[in-house]
């Protein structure tokens, strides 16, 4: 059993406690649902009210789970939990942090590996959309998988109007005007309209006529792929002595999985990789709820090891 959590001084960013049987403020439910989303924790399903639907309610015990915390779902403002999902988050008074910084410079996201070549390869299995859409999981998103948690975050897209049918950019499009598209897009129910796919410009003006340009699309991937490179990093210390379609399979997996990509879900597969057993680490890299084409690159990935030499140790 947990000790009671202690509170930690300093600023907070939520003004009252919030879990069930909790007299919920309607905007600190909303920071701490988008702050879990960034993380990766499901509380998609959480709208703006007073009371936590169950996925917020498992996503908060979720992370004092995986955080070696008191497990009640209940966060105090100043408590621990709440301090952890702060800091974690990067979200205070109302300001995410979920985009990455775009370096100024251009580091390698994998040393020795073409930029364009990794680029590509996200482009394609993220089917890329300019228009912001469901993915399959209920999170709103935008380009090669850039998860968009809420209105705070579309701060530094630049989105512009388009015409649907001559794909021609009209003029750049307003916050206001973004902010109303997103609340379009976040409001369609779950397991409708899900996924890219289901978005028709023809069908549905009032979602695609808003679009973020391939410059922007390019340079939120990259600033994303250099931000999962370094979460992968602290999952595998020893990545940057891995071959280098190695790196590029783990990126991938933290790329799409996020915080599922855990040693606890995935034990054979940390098991294979940490012992360099590339063969192993091929047979346990499918993923159920990606394509087959996707799994099969990863798994020659694993396997591409010519050339390569195992450090001494």
Same mark, same amino acid.
């Given at each position: 059993?947990?000790?009671?959590?202690?509170?930690?001084?300093?600023?907070?960013?939520? =003004?009252?406690?919030?879990?069930?049987?909790?007299?919920?403020?309607?905007? #600190?439910?909303?920071?701490?649902?988008?702050?879990?989303?960034?993380?990766?924790?499901?509380?998609?399903? $959480?709208?703006?009210?007073?009371? &936590?639907?169950?996925?917020?309610?498992?996503?908060?015990?979720?992370?004092?789970?995986?955080? !070696?915390?008191?497990? #009640?779902?209940?966060?105090?403002?100043? =408590?621990?939990? /709440?301090?952890?999902?702060?800091?974690?988050?990067?979200?205070?008074?109302?300001?995410?942090?979920?985009?990455?910084?775009?370096?100024?410079?251009?580091?390698?996201?994998?040393?020795?590996?073409? $930029? /364009?070549?990794?680029?590509?390869?996200?482009?394609? +299995?993220?089917?890329?959309?300019?228009?912001?859409?469901?993915? +399959?999981?209920?999170?709103?998103?935008?380009?090669?998988? +850039?998860?968009?948690?809420?209105?705070?975050? &579309?701060? =530094? &897209?630049?989105?512009?109007?388009?015409?649907?049918?001559?794909? *021609?950019?009209?003029?750049?499009?307003?916050?206001?005007?973004?902010?109303?598209?997103?609340?379009?897009?976040?409001?369609?129910?779950? =397991?409708?309209?899900? *996924?890219?796919?289901?978005? !028709?410009? @023809?069908?549905?003006?009032?979602?695609?006529?808003?679009?973020?340009? #391939?410059?922007?699309?390019?340079?939120?991937?990259?600033?994303? &792929? +250099?931000?999962?490179?370094? @979460?992968?990093?602290?999952?595998?210390? $020893?990545? #940057?002595?891995?071959?280098?379609?190695?790196?590029?399979?783990?990126?991938?997996?933290?790329? !799409?999985?996020?915080?599922?990509?855990?040693?606890?879900?995935?034990?054979?597969?940390?098991?294979?990789?940490?012992? /360099?057993?590339?063969?192993?680490?091929?047979? /346990?890299?499918?993923?159920?709820?990606?394509?087959? @084409?996707?799994?099969?690159?990863?798994?020659?990935?694993?396997?591409?090891? @010519?050339?390569?030499?195992?450090?001494?140790?």
């Amino acid at each position: 059993m947990k000790d009671a959590e202690k509170t930690i001084p300093g600023a907070s960013f939520i =003004g009252g406690s919030v879990g069930n049987r909790m007299r919920n403020a309607v905007d #600190d439910i909303l920071k701490v649902r988008d702050s879990l989303l960034r993380m990766g924790y499901g509380a998609a399903k $959480q709208r703006g009210n007073t009371i &936590l639907t169950r996925d917020m309610d498992n996503a908060i015990k979720a992370f004092q789970k995986d955080n !070696n915390l008191k497990v #009640d779902g209940i966060l105090k403002p100043g =408590g621990e939990a /709440e301090s952890r999902i702060m800091a974690s988050s990067q979200l205070q008074s109302g300001k995410v942090g979920r985009i990455p910084p775009v370096p100024e410079k251009k580091p390698e996201i994998i040393s020795g590996m073409s $930029q /364009e070549e990794i680029i590509d390869f996200f482009k394609r +299995h993220e089917d890329q959309k300019n228009f912001m859409y469901l993915d +399959h999981k209920g999170n709103v998103t935008v380009g090669a998988g +850039h998860m968009i948690p809420n209105t705070e975050a &579309l701060q =530094g &897209l630049p989105f512009e109007f388009y015409d649907t049918k001559t794909e *021609d950019s009209l003029n750049t499009a307003s916050i206001e005007d973004v902010r109303r598209a997103f609340e379009i897009v976040r409001n369609q129910k779950i =397991g409708k309209n899900i *996924d890219a796919e289901s978005y !028709n410009p @023809e069908d549905r003006g009032d979602l695609v006529n808003i679009r973020l340009p #391939d410059a922007d699309v390019n340079r939120r991937l990259i600033a994303d &792929l +250099h931000y999962k490179v370094q @979460e992968v990093r602290k999952k595998f210390p $020893q990545f #940057d002595t891995y071959p280098q379609k190695t790196k590029m399979a783990l990126l991938d997996m933290q790329f !799409n999985m996020g915080r599922n990509f855990s040693r606890q879900k995935w034990s054979k597969l940390y098991k294979a990789v940490e012992g /360099e057993d590339w063969l192993s680490a091929a047979k /346990e890299s499918n993923r159920k709820d990606v394509g087959r @084409e996707r799994n099969e690159e990863i798994r020659k990935f694993f396997l591409a090891i @010519e050339g390569y030499a195992k450090p001494k140790k």
